[in-house]
């Protein structure tokens, strides 16, 4: 729980100081090689934010706010601290065998605001929607989505997929472009008294899909099999 809280401690810090960094104005250009440090410290604090390392990254994140803190007080810099606003972004998706067309959704998904919240879809919606088991089992994906950069955080979904949504109350909601129309989830939201931006991705990374994937993995992986069989 410490680490957790630590964590979100410091998501915040970098989103705040993220945010404060466009009311800088160098007054005098004698500061430059300083804020140039501070934001190698910032940089650095993004870095231990993604490996975990929340601690340090509290360290180094409160150096870059001392350093411009000392730049504004000595009448080098204009800058003031400016609160970041929350942006939830909503996506879903079965997430079976991860692949770079995932990685880019989430990543375009995070680029929408500054919390990516990720529904993964439950073992048995995935089998009434496919007609097949997934490979990798709820907790098992919900826990690889979740360890990827750009979720903030990743969690089972429901038979009722449009309950997440009305729990979360996004600001965005981010759709693959194989997903639901845009018009038709407006719709069901507004009947379920739900307001949030909906976005769709324009299209496929490279035409990578799971289905894809799978094919290409069975089509090598089983035929060199066989010959060692």
């Not at 180094?60 to 730049?71: N, P």
Request: charged share 30%.
């Amino acid at each position: 729980m410490f680490a957790v809280d630590v964590c979100e401690r410091l998501w915040k810090y970098i989103a705040n100081f993220n945010e404060s960094l466009k009311s800088l104005k160098i007054v005098d250009a004698d500061a430059k090689r300083l804020i140039d440090i501070a934001l190698a410290y910032y940089s650095d604090s993004r870095y231990y934010l993604e490996k975990g390392d929340c601690v340090t990254g509290i360290i180094t994140i409160s150096y870059a706010e001392g350093i411009l803190d000392a730049l504004r007080n000595l009448g080098l810099i204009e800058w003031s601290w400016v609160k970041a606003k929350e942006v939830k972004v909503f996506a879903a998706g079965s997430f079976d065998i991860i692949h770079p067309g995932h990685i880019e959704f989430l990543k375009w998904a995070s680029s929408l605001g500054n919390k990516l919240y990720v529904i993964v879809s439950r073992d048995l919606s995935y089998i009434r929607i496919k007609g097949f088991e997934p490979i990798f089992k709820e907790l098992d994906r919900v826990s690889i989505v979740g360890a990827i950069r750009y979720v903030y955080k990743a969690f089972v979904g429901s038979e009722d997929f449009l309950k997440p949504i009305e729990e979360l109350k996004p600001d965005i909601i981010a759709l693959g472009p194989d997903q639901i129309d845009v018009e038709e989830l407006k719709r069901l939201l507004r009947d379920r008294g739900v307001n949030a931006e909906v976005i769709k991705m324009g299209s496929r990374v490279s035409n990578y899909s799971s289905s894809n994937v799978k094919e290409r993995v069975c089509s090598s992986w089983c035929r060199n099999m066989s010959y060692k069989l």
